[in-house]
C-alpha cells in the first residue's frame, strides 16, 4: 500500500509560480509511475503531467514549456514545478502512484488528498 501526501498549493498571481510536493511512503518501492492530476469545477480530471521511473517525463499540451515534474527516488518525492500560472490553471491538483501497468484504485492505484491551485489576481 502506498500513501501519498501534497503540499504546496494556494493562491498565486497569474504569471506567478507554484511548487507541488508529493510525498510518498509505504510500499514505495514498488511505484512504476507517478503522476499529477488536475480537476477543475465541472471538468473532467485530466493528466497533467506523468513520470517514469526511469525518470522520463510526458505533459499535457496545455503546460508544455511551463510546467516541470521531477522525481527524487531517494526522497521517495516528486514535484509539479508551475511556472508562468495561468488563471486557466486553477484546478484541485492531485498526486498519483502506480504499482504497475494494470491499475486498481487501492491496491496498484494511489491518489492523495488533492491541493487547491488558485491563479487569480
Known amino acids: 500500500q502506498v500513501q501519498l501526501v501534497e503540499s504546496g498549493g494556494g493562491l498565486v498571481q497569474p504569471g506567478g509560480s507554484l511548487r507541488l510536493s508529493c510525498a510518498a511512503s509505504?510500499?514505495?518501492?514498488?511505484?512504476?509511475?507517478m503522476g499529477w492530476y488536475r480537476q477543475a469545477p465541472g471538468k473532467q480530471r485530466e493528466l497533467v503531467a506523468g513520470?517514469?521511473?526511469?525518470?522520463?517525463?510526458n505533459y499535457a499540451d496545455s503546460v508544455k514549456g511551463r510546467f516541470t515534474m521531477s522525481r527524487d527516488n531517494a526522497a521517495n518525492t516528486v514535484y509539479l514545478q508551475m511556472n508562468n500560472l495561468k488563471p486557466e490553471d486553477t484546478a484541485v491538483y492531485y498526486c498519483?502512484?502506480?504499482?504497475?501497468?494494470?491499475?486498481?484504485?487501492?491496491?496498484?492505484?494511489?491518489w492523495g488528498q488533492g491541493t487547491q491551485v488558485t491563479v487569480s489576481s
Open positions: 509505504g510500499r514505495t518501492f514498488s511505484i512504476y509511475d
Open positions: 498519483n502512484a502506480a504499482l504497475g501497468r494494470v491499475r486498481v484504485v487501492g491496491v496498484t492505484d494511489f
Open positions: 513520470i517514469s521511473s526511469s525518470g522520463s517525463t
